[in-house]
């Protein structure tokens, strides 16, 4: 028979295994939720590659150099901004709910700053490339016709201020945010309107109006100022003229990469995997393959209906309508709530389409409607669509009533127009500066001749490879543009 000494020691022994497991299990769900924010983070930013390939799909091949070089110098320029001062107005110490003040170049993030914990580097490293996706949208909607340097100075404005601005309001200790807006003495949220647990706060699971309605009407803005490209509307009927038939192979790319990055955006936006988070994922990976689908074929029949054929390129964009209107409610919605969110993206997409046109805005890739417009979209589908006990499953900190008795779509609409305020008044008035102190636009001959040739010496006899010459049609397309011939193919010289 065990001795009372024995027993202690057996239980002493058996108290220290459970605590060593403890710690094992609790380390190893902790390397889980870094490794699933580092796997999606790398997702995000393959996106990079995606907006790369559409856009190189859209452009004129004699500015495929310039629209490439924009998304590498994108990422760049916001990894360093967003490491300096982005992250730190994002996710600091919030100043009145209106901007971070703390983190400066991620100092306090350091070997062992966790305390066995996460140490935080994961976390910048997912954040940077949503920032870095949001100054991508840009590139797309001020192609073909606007200086380097202009760029590069609007897309560290946008990432070191403008945009962790708002990601502060939504995601940090802002004023609009469901985790730290005005929080009481014991640190609880005091989310807009009731500023109490009855309240929820702005719900963007992953970034509908923060990411995308962000970068759309930046791009809105920038094609405004920046004016259409040379010939693009008719003087006298103000039709839109096709420039470029543009190439679909690099265009359908592009959206698939888009597509399959999505997942890292979304599903990421969990932000661990651990602790039942992988569940939450899998019903976001569902609604976000829903929406994209029910856009696509939605824009498609569309296309059929009023273009009078299958337009793949507008089938392409109601993908994206479809993925952006998700994004924000894809976590608090059902697959069949997608599936309508989606159809409705893909709506918007083909009327911001054609307003676009009526009002002789140039966006060459249609990243104002498809980012700013469907990202409003995706922000008011929360209020449409949510249900409270979907809100409580993703994990939002009140238990409560707001989408059952329509708070929610009230707090969501406010949120669209602030942030759209914002930015539209932000990027307007950077894109002025810019145009006033700079120049914004190239010279119409170097417009004409091309911004690989002009701001990359890439001086050609032949178009790329991959790119088609253009026909006679394609060139003059009864306006007499000209095409320089360093880009037409060369005629077949006489023999002596």
């Known amino acids: 028979m065990a001795t009372v000494e024995q027993l202690d020691a057996l239980e002493a022994s058996l108290t220290a295994q459970i605590n060593a497991l403890t710690t094992t299990i609790s380390g190893n769900s902790r390397d889980m939720d870094i490794a699933w924010l580092i796997l999606c983070g790398a997702l995000v930013f393959f996106m990079q590659a995606g907006f790369a390939m559409l856009e190189a799909g859209i452009v004129h ?8 070089f924009k998304n590498i110098m994108d990422a760049s320029i916001a990894a360093i901004c967003f490491w300096l001062l982005g992250y730190a107005f994002a996710y600091g110490k919030t100043r009145g709910g209106f901007i971070g003040d703390s983190n400066y ?9 966790g305390d066995g914990g996460s140490d935080g580097w994961e976390q910048w490293f997912f954040q940077w490339a949503f920032a870095g996706a949001a100054a991508t949208i840009v ?4 192609c073909e016709r606007t200086k380097l340097i202009a760029y590069f100075i609007y897309a560290a ?8 601005i708002v990601v502060h309001w939504g995601w940090g200790s802002g004023w609009l945010s469901a985790w730290g807006a005005n929080p ?3 640190g609880n949220p005091r989310p807009i309107f009731q500023y109490d647990g009855d309240s929820n706060g702005m719900i963007d699971f992953a970034g509908s109006g923060i990411v995308h309605m962000v970068g759309g009407f930046s791009g809105l803005m920038g094609a405004i100022i920046v004016g259409p490209r040379l010939g693009r509307f008719d003087p006298g009927t ?4 096709e420039l470029w038939h543009g190439n679909t192979t690099l265009q359908s790319l592009g959206v698939l990469i888009l597509w399959f990055g999505w997942y890292g955006f979304n599903c990421g936006s969990t932000l661990a995997i651990s602790g039942g988070s992988a569940i939450l994922a899998g019903k976001v990976a569902v609604n976000t393959t829903i929406s994209a689908a029910a856009g696509c074929i939605t824009a498609t029949v569309l296309s059929a209906l009023f273009e009078g054929h299958f337009d793949l ?3 392409l964009n109601g993908v994206l309508a479809g993925l952006v209107g998700i994004t924000a409610p894809c976590a608090v919605v059902n697959p069949w709530m997608a599936f309508l969110i989606g159809f409705g993206a893909a709506i918007i997409l083909y009327l911001g389409h054609h307003l676009l046109f009526v009002l002789r805005i140039d966006d060459p890739c249609d990243a104002s409607v498809v980012h700013g417009f469907c990202g409003m979209w995706g922000l008011w589908c929360v209020g449409i669509f949510c249900t409270d006990k979907n809100v409580q499953y993703a994990g939002y900190p009140n238990v409560n009533d707001a989408c059952g008795r329509g708070e929610q779509f009230a707090v969501q609409v406010v949120s669209s127009l602030v942030i759209a305020a914002w930015t539209v008044a932000t990027a307007g008035l950077v894109f002025v500066l810019i145009n006033i102190v700079v120049g914004m636009r190239v010279s119409p001959s170097v417009e ?8 990359h010496g890439a001086f050609v006899d032949e178009p790329p490879a991959g790119f088609l010459s253009p026909s006679p049609d394609d060139v003059n397309h009864g306006q007499q543009q000209q095409v320089p011939n360093s880009y037409v193919q060369p005629a077949v010289p006489p023999q002596s």
């Not at 091949?61 to 629209?67: C, R, Y």
């Not at 590139?139 to 001020?142: I, L, M, P, T, Y």
């Not at 004409?448 to 701001?455: F, M, P, R, T, Y």
């Open 61 to 68: 091949p004699k500015n495929v150099t310039n629209i490439l």
């Open 448 to 455: 004409e001749i091309g911004l690989d040739a002009s701001e």
């Open 157 to 164: 404005m946008l990432t070191t201020f403008i945009y962790p």
């Open 313 to 315: 390129t507008l089938g």
């Open 238 to 241: 103000g039709r839109p003229v």
């Open 105 to 113: 170049a991620i100092e306090d993030y350091h070997n062992g700053s």
């Open 184 to 186: 009481d003495s014991d």
């Open 139 to 142: 590139a797309g909607a001020v």
